[in-house]
Every structure is written in C-alpha cells, then in structure tokens.
C-alpha cells in the first residue's frame, strides 16, 4: 500500500470534524496536507539551514513515515498554515502572548482579531491592563466566537492575574457563573511565594500590585485561598500557578519580567513570545508481544529529536510572520517549542500497567524526565549546527 494510502486510510474517521475546523485545504487528502507540511518544513527550511540533500531526504521520509502510523500528531496551526494557499503570511504558532504595549492600558480589538485570524490562542496577563476582569474576559470570548463565525477554528485563552492584584478578588469568581458553552478562556491566578508564606502562617496579604498611588489595600491571603479552592471545587478554576517557581527556573530571566502562560499552562511566555507545539504519541512507542511489551526507547529518543528539529524548522519559517518586531526579536533568541504527547493511556494499557497506580507515576516520571533530556540534547544539537 502506498504512503499516501496509508495515511487517509488511518485518517478517515476524523477527516470530517477536520475540515469542520479548517484543518484541511478544500479538496485536500490528510496524506496531500502533511506532504504539503513537509515539503515547507523539511525541504524548503532544511535547505536554508545548509542541511545536506541526502540528510533532507531522510528527515522528509522519517517524517511522512511518523505522521503516517501516528507516532507523531502535528500542532493545529502548523497543519493549517504550513504552504497553504492565502495562509502564505502566517505564523504555525499555536499560542502567543501580546507584545508589551498591547498589554498596558486596553486591549486592541484590531490586534486581538487578527491573532485570532491565524488560528492563534491567547495568553494574556491582567496584571497591566485596565477594566473589570469579568467584561476583559468576556470581551476576549466575544472576539473568540466572531472569529469561529468567521470559519477559524475554535480558540482558547489562558487569562492569568498576580495574587497581589487589586482585583484578584473579582477575578477568582470571574467563572462561578460563566455559561461553560460560550466560555473561550481558562484562568489561573499567579501565586508567588510571599503568598504561600502568609496562608501558612495566617497573614495578611498586601495587594501591591498597583501601588503608585501609595495606598495599599490588605486581605487575609486564607480567605484569598480559600475563595480559590471553592472557586476551584464548584467550577474547575482557576488554576493557580507557581509564579516564583516559574521565574527561578527560567533559562533567560534577563529577557522579561513578566509572563502568561499558554492555554493549558504547559508553558509561560513572555511579552510577544510564542510557541509551536506538537506532539510524540506514546502509545506508538511500545514494542514486544502481548503479556511482555515494554517501551521503545531507541524509537522514543528518534522521535523527540525529530520533533524537536521539526519544531525549530517551524519556529524559523514563523520568524518573519508576526506581526510586531517585538515577537520576532524575542522569538528568535529564545527559540522556545514545545514537544507535547499524548496516547499516555494508551502507553499504560499497552504495558499492562494500571492508570492511576504507583507503577504508572514512577512510568510517567520515567518517560517525562527520558523527554525532557533528550528534547533539551536535539536543542543543544542544533544550537550547535546552525549556530544559535
């Protein structure tokens, strides 16, 4: 059976909901979007970078062969965008943080549509910008659903506030009430340290965010907690995310001082940052017969390199797609992608191991920390190929 075969054979159950989302060029097969993608992303990139022919071939078949069986999945707006026809100006970024002074007063609408226009999710932090946070967020909604009217695949944001906000209270209870049908962003609040240290010890919590004024409001940070976890148990958020973690961990805190975090707080981004995603299917990295299977790991490491460098290729063709210098600057130095999976279920069920079970923790943990060294190795390679 031909490649091409293969591949819409293994597709066809989704190629309707696919091109419900735009996934799809019109008339076009899953096995013609991924060559179209990997024609772009491989050959034409490739061939900038200086890559070698005969190397191009291999990572151009390795990659048709991945997509094929499914052990690889692509990010949505690198299938959408990626060498097609009218998508020729757009990034393959699947989430974005506005530049700075987008973020700093009001949010354009303008600016806001045409992100949305690119198949783009949002991150957007509260911190700088003015108005009650229920109408900020349910303006950024209303944006969201005008641009699926307008045939874009649905969008999602990942709205985010400081703890010391002065309106940190209002936010929490942003989604109590929210109609979950329309609702087009998740939210979490930023939580630092001095935070955490008054809920222990039961003190209260300046909200100095916005201090200019010299007037500090004070609220017990238990009752700010325990309006999170209700908020949390009744609704699902917020989230509340490790803001000093974050921050202490961070290759490059020269870079920014402030942050949001992408749709499902897999990542933080910077002012102007943005991210290609796209994902290694666990469940394809299992070898041996039933009763004795165990994890590929030769076949695992192959594919987070792969894509990895494939990331990077898409990071590059994006560079001179944003649309404020900003992005392109601080995408260019800090180069960040994101190497997801998923299948992790069905990794478990393929080993005979139950879900939820301390076995499967320290199988995570295995196979998390195995990603995250050979990611960061393929980054290193590169660095050092194409001179980072």
Same mark, same amino acid.
Request: net charge negative; charged share 25%; hydrophobic share 40%.
């Given at each position: 059976?031909? /490649?091409?075969?293969?591949?819409?054979?293994?597709? !066809? &159950?989704?190629? &309707?909901?696919? %091109?419900?989302?735009?996934? #799809?060029?019109?008339?076009?097969? =899953?096995?013609?979007?991924?060559?179209?993608?990997?024609?772009?992303?491989?050959?034409?990139?490739?061939?900038? =970078?200086?890559?070698?022919?005969?190397?191009? %071939?291999? #990572?151009?078949?390795?990659?048709?062969?991945?997509? !094929?069986?499914? @052990?690889?999945?692509?990010?949505?707006?690198?299938? /959408?965008?990626?060498?097609?026809?009218?998508?020729? $100006?757009?990034?393959?970024?699947?989430?974005?943080?506005?530049?700075?002074?987008?973020? %700093?007063?009001?949010?354009?609408?303008?600016?806001?549509?045409?992100?949305?226009?690119?198949?783009?999710?949002?991150?957007?932090?509260?911190?700088? /910008?003015?108005?009650?946070?229920?109408?900020?967020?349910?303006?950024?909604?209303?944006?969201?659903?005008?641009?699926?009217?307008?045939?874009?695949?649905?969008?999602?944001?990942?709205?985010?506030?400081? $703890?010391?906000?002065?309106?940190?209270?209002?936010?929490?209870?942003?989604?109590?009430?929210?109609?979950?049908?329309?609702?087009?962003?998740?939210?979490?609040?930023?939580?630092?340290?001095? =935070?955490?240290?008054?809920?222990?010890?039961?003190?209260?919590?300046?909200?100095?965010?916005? !201090?200019?004024?010299?007037?500090?409001?004070?609220? +017990?940070?238990?009752?700010?907690?325990?309006?999170?976890?209700?908020?949390?148990?009744?609704?699902?958020?917020?989230?509340?995310?490790?803001?000093?973690?974050? @921050?202490?961990?961070?290759?490059?805190?020269?870079?920014?001082?402030?942050?949001? #975090? !992408?749709?499902?707080?897999?990542?933080? #981004?910077?002012?102007?940052?943005?991210?290609? =995603?796209?994902?290694?299917?666990?469940?394809?990295?299992?070898?041996?017969?039933?009763?004795?299977?165990?994890?590929?790991?030769?076949?695992?490491?192959?594919?987070?390199?792969?894509?990895?460098?494939?990331?990077?290729?898409?990071?590059?063709?994006?560079?001179?797609?944003?649309?404020?210098?900003?992005?392109?600057?601080?995408?260019?130095?800090?180069?960040?992608?994101?190497?997801?999976?998923?299948?992790?279920?069905?990794?478990?069920?393929?080993?005979?191991?139950?879900?939820?079970?301390?076995? +499967?923790?320290?199988?995570?943990?295995?196979?998390? $920390?195995?990603?995250?060294?050979? +990611?960061?190795?393929?980054?290193?390679?590169?660095?050092?190929?194409? &001179?980072?």
């Amino acid at each position: 059976m031909e /490649i091409s075969e293969v591949i819409n054979s293994r597709y !066809a &159950g989704v190629e &309707g909901f696919a %091109r419900s989302q735009n996934l #799809l060029a019109e008339g076009e097969s =899953f096995a013609c979007a991924f060559e179209r993608v990997a024609r772009v992303l491989i050959t034409e990139v490739e061939s900038e =970078f200086g890559t070698n022919p005969d190397r191009i %071939r291999d #990572l151009y078949n390795r990659f048709i062969n991945a997509v !094929a069986t499914g @052990a690889i999945a692509l990010g949505t707006p690198v299938l /959408i965008n990626t060498g097609r026809t009218g998508c020729e $100006s757009k990034p393959l970024t699947s989430c974005i943080a506005p530049p700075r002074d987008v973020l %700093r007063g009001t949010l354009r609408a303008d600016l806001v549509a045409s992100l949305y226009d690119t198949e783009m999710g949002m991150a957007v932090n509260l911190d700088d /910008i003015f108005g009650d946070p229920g109408e900020v967020i349910e303006w950024l909604d209303e944006q969201a659903r005008l641009a699926e009217g307008r045939g874009k695949k649905r969008a999602c944001n990942m709205v985010t506030m400081s $703890s010391n906000h002065p309106d940190i209270i209002k936010f929490i209870g942003v989604k109590l009430d929210a109609d979950h049908q329309k609702s087009k962003s998740n939210i979490s609040v930023l939580v630092d340290d001095r =935070f955490m240290r008054a809920v222990e010890a039961d003190e209260e919590y300046p909200l100095d965010l916005r !201090a200019n004024s010299g007037t500090v409001d004070s609220v +017990s940070a238990r009752e700010i907690f325990q309006k999170i976890l209700l908020a949390a148990h009744k609704n699902g958020e917020p989230g509340i995310v490790f803001k000093d973690r974050i @921050a202490n961990d961070d290759p490059t805190p020269f870079l920014s001082d402030s942050f949001a #975090l !992408a749709p499902c707080a897999e990542l933080s #981004l910077v002012p102007g940052e943005a991210c290609q =995603f796209s994902y290694v299917n666990l469940g394809e990295m299992v070898m041996g017969e039933p009763g004795c299977k165990s994890i590929d790991w030769n076949k695992l490491k192959e594919h987070v390199h792969l894509v990895l460098r494939f990331l990077d290729n898409a990071l590059q063709y994006s560079l001179p797609r944003y649309f404020s210098e900003e992005s392109r600057h601080v995408n260019s130095i800090k180069r960040k992608v994101g190497v997801g999976v998923l299948g992790l279920a069905d990794m478990l069920i393929e080993l005979g191991v139950p879900y939820g079970s301390d076995e +499967s923790i320290g199988v995570i943990r295995d196979v998390m $920390s195995f990603i995250n060294y050979h +990611s960061k190795q393929e980054s290193v390679n590169l660095a050092k190929e194409r &001179g980072y």
